[in-house]
C-alpha cells in the first residue's frame, strides 16, 4: 500500500515556474516508477512524465519535454516535478501516482496508487 500527497501547486504568471512535490508512504516506494499526470479542465487526464525507480530513466509529454523535470528521492519517499517556462495550458490539477513496475509507464491504468492532486493555475 503506497499513500500519496502532492502539493506546491498555486498560481503562477506565464514563464514563471513552480515545483511540486509528492509524499509517499508506505513499503512499496523505492521499488515503484512514479508519474505524474494532469487533468486541465474539462478534459481527459493525461500523462505529464515519469520516472523509473531508481530515478535513472525518466519520460514526458511532447508538450512538456525541457520544460518540466521529474526527480525522486527515495532517501525521503518523494518525488518532485519542476515545472518551469509555464504556460496557460499547462493549467490542471496534477497528479502524482504509484506504478507496480519498476520500469517507466505512460498508460494510466497501469499505476496503482494516485494523490488527491493539487491544482496549478498559469495565467495569461
Known amino acids: 500500500q503506497v499513500q500519496l500527497v502532492e502539493s506546491g501547486g498555486g498560481l503562477v504568471q506565464a514563464g514563471g515556474s513552480l515545483r511540486l512535490s509528492c509524499a509517499a508512504s508506505g513499503r512499496t516506494f523505492s521499488s515503484s516508477s512514479m508519474g505524474w499526470f494532469r487533468q486541465p479542465p474539462g478534459k481527459e487526464r493525461e500523462f505529464v512524465a515519469a520516472?523509473?525507480?531508481?530515478?535513472?530513466?525518466?519520460d514526458y509529454a511532447e508538450s512538456v519535454k525541457g520544460r518540466f523535470t521529474a526527480s525522486r528521492d527515495n532517501a525521503k519517499n518523494t518525488v518532485d516535478l519542476q515545472m518551469n517556462s509555464l504556460k496557460p495550458e499547462d493549467t490542471a490539477v496534477y497528479y502524482c501516482a504509484a506504478s507496480r513496475f519498476r520500469w517507466i509507464v505512460v498508460v494510466s491504468s497501469q499505476y496503482d496508487y494516485w494523490g488527491q492532486g493539487t491544482q496549478v493555475t498559469v495565467s495569461s
Open positions: 520516472i523509473s525507480w531508481t530515478g535513472g530513466s525518466t
